[in-house]
């Protein structure tokens, strides 16, 4: 738990009173529990532990989706530049980590660091940062995100018509204002659809994070079945977990998606019950 | 060039693996979509359902925690029937090979399902209207009219859950599967040379996915031949 570990240790409200207080609630809830089915189901056992496990995966996507939207906006505007300097660069980065699986990206990270100790050493990144199978995490995950949300937000911008952008070259409007008034709210509805698929990914991918021994949801799950032998139990509770969790991510954004489009929407329509697409 | 130590054989004998595994999945998945996309569009509500909860299961839970799943719990499941029938206590070990092209293929089937069934709908209407005029039933049609150009436009879908599936045969390493990744793995442990070797790996990916591509180009090109544009 960095974040919690990085709050604990900075405000002592947290460790005195939100931390104590979380702890009490999960034991309450594990109690009760384990009173409910007894002490044979290994999920109410563990309780507490899935709890956790299962915030590491919500703090690593929300930290990934985050970042990697801010470096994605950047890079989609390089591979979108016609200077070569700034174009070729972005296209390298975003095909390398778009044809290469996450698995190896995040191996290459964290123990391909361990070749250059003596070198990240001699610059201060190997015992706060590249020791750490969670910053390593953090970091492939974010680096992984940028590519595909840059290639999502440089379809977006390519999807602009036209004909706005000619109009808003007619008002005047040129470089940073007419990025930041006509193309970049445009692309963003353009492209919600598919980034709205691409943080579901990044979700699920978290998952991986379990292999370099960080106790995510799927990390526990091990942990705990390598305990308990309960595999069917343990993978049907965390698979459907990790289901509600999807479904969750694809409501808020079905949400944000028609609050963004609300102007395209006849009023009849409005009140009506949306059409659920299931387009992949 | 790279020096990898006179281990150079693990990047080959690993590729094979994984090519593989990755076009051995290939008839599954496409079975599966097939069955998938025909239950999702089917007027049979059971049909309807079973193809619904099958895609939004799949595609709503991490790979990887459904390889592990399929390969424990398959694992598990034969050994309590191996032991049920026989009687007395008995392994069963499932042999990574079958293992992961069954969990891949179920996976990446949920994906063709959708692919499939947006190819179906894509088909002109007004061309099985005219199929049932010329007397054909829904079967004939199907075979002769929507098959056919199905294709054309389900092979850019497909062609995309091939890249991602060929990455997706990483995860096999998980199961001891000893694909490209997890003789990397092994070769790196062994020179102490992680991220050299990698590094290796990834770029052998890149080049699968490179020539993937141009592959996937032509085919859609051959596919849309005789196809007016705009």
């Known amino acids: 738990m960095a974040l919690f570990s990085l709050l604990e240790r900075n405000i002592p ?25 007894g002490e044979k189901s290994a999920v109410a056992f563990r309780f507490c532990d899935f709890v956790e496990g299962a915030w590491l995966t919500i703090e690593l996507t929300v930290l990934a989706v985050a970042i990697g939207f801010l470096f994605a ?16 660069p972005a296209f ?19 123990y391909g660091a361990g070749q250059f100790v003596a070198e990240l050493k001699s610059v201060g990144l190997w015992d706060g940062f590249f020791r750490e199978a969670y910053f390593c995490a953090v970091l492939t995950l974010v680096l992984n995100t940028t590519a595909y949300s840059a290639e999502i937000i440089r379809g977006g911008i390519l999807g602009v018509p036209f004909g706005e952008i000619e109009a808003a070259r007619a008002y005047g409007m040129s470089g940073v204002k007419l ?70 991510i ?28 299931h387009a992949g | 060039m790279i020096d990898f130590k006179g281990y150079e054989w693990v990047f080959w004998e690993g590729l094979q693996v994984t090519l ?21 569009l089917s007027r049979n509500p059971v049909a309807r359902l079973v193809a619904g909860t099958y895609t939004t299961v799949v595609r709503g839970i991490p790979e990887l925690v459904l390889i592990l799943l399929v390969y424990f719990g398959l694992t598990l499941a034969l050994q309590d029937l191996a032991s049920w029938i026989e009687g007395g206590a008995s392994t069963v070990d499932i042999p990574p090979f079958p293992a992961g092209v069954i969990t891949l293929g179920l996976i990446y089937g949920a994906f063709a399902t959708e692919v499939f069934r ?31 150009q199905m294709w054309r436009f389900a092979l850019p879908g497909l062609g995309n859950l091939w890249l991602v599936l060929i990455k997706a045969t990483s995860l096999m390493s998980i199961i001891q599967l000893p694909e490209l990744m997890r003789m990397t793995d092994v070769a790196a442990r062994a ?10 790996a990834s770029l052998i990916y890149l080049t699968i996915t490179i020539i993937s591509i141009v592959v996937l180009q032509r085919a859609e090109r051959w596919a849309n031949r005789g196809i007016r544009r705009a």
């Open chain 1, 13 to 37: 409200f947290f460790r005195d009173t939100v931390r104590p207080a979380l702890d009490g609630a999960c034991d309450g809830v594990q109690e009760g529990l384990r009173s409910l089915v």
């Open chain 1, 92 to 110: 390298g980065f975003m095909f390398y980590f778009r044809g290469t699986p996450l698995l190896v990206q995040i191996f290459l990270i964290y």
């Open chain 1, 179 to 248: 990025y930041w008034r006509i193309i970049l709210p445009k692309a963003a509805r353009v492209a919600l659809p598919a980034y709205t698929n691409e943080v579901v990914f990044i979700f699920q991918a978290t998952s991986l994070v379990s292999v370099i021994t960080l106790l995510d949801l799927t990390g526990i799950a091990r942990d705990v079945i390598s305990d308990t032998f309960r595999t069917f139990e343990v993978w049907i509770f965390v698979g459907l977990t990790y289901l509600c969790i999807s479904y969750l």
């Open chain 1, 250 to 277: 694809l409501y808020g954004f079905k949400r944000l998606e028609r609050r963004l489009m609300r102007h395209l929407q006849r009023h009849s329509e409005r009140t009506s019950v949306p059409r659920v697409s």
């Open chain 2, 191 to 200: 020179v102490r040379l992680p991220f050299t070797f990698y590094f290796g």
């Open chain 2, 20 to 40: 593989s595994v990755g076009l051995a999945t290939i008839p599954v998945a496409l079975l599966l979509g097939l069955l998938g996309a025909w239950g999702k």
């Open chain 2, 118 to 148: 947006g190819a179906f709908l894509a088909v002109d209407r007004g061309q099985i209207e005219a199929a049932q005029a010329f007397g054909m039933r829904r079967s004939l049609a199907l075979r002769r009219i929507v098959l056919p």
């Open chain 1, 73 to 88: 906006v950047p890079v989609a505007l390089a591979r979108l530049s016609r200077n070569p300097l700034l174009r070729w």
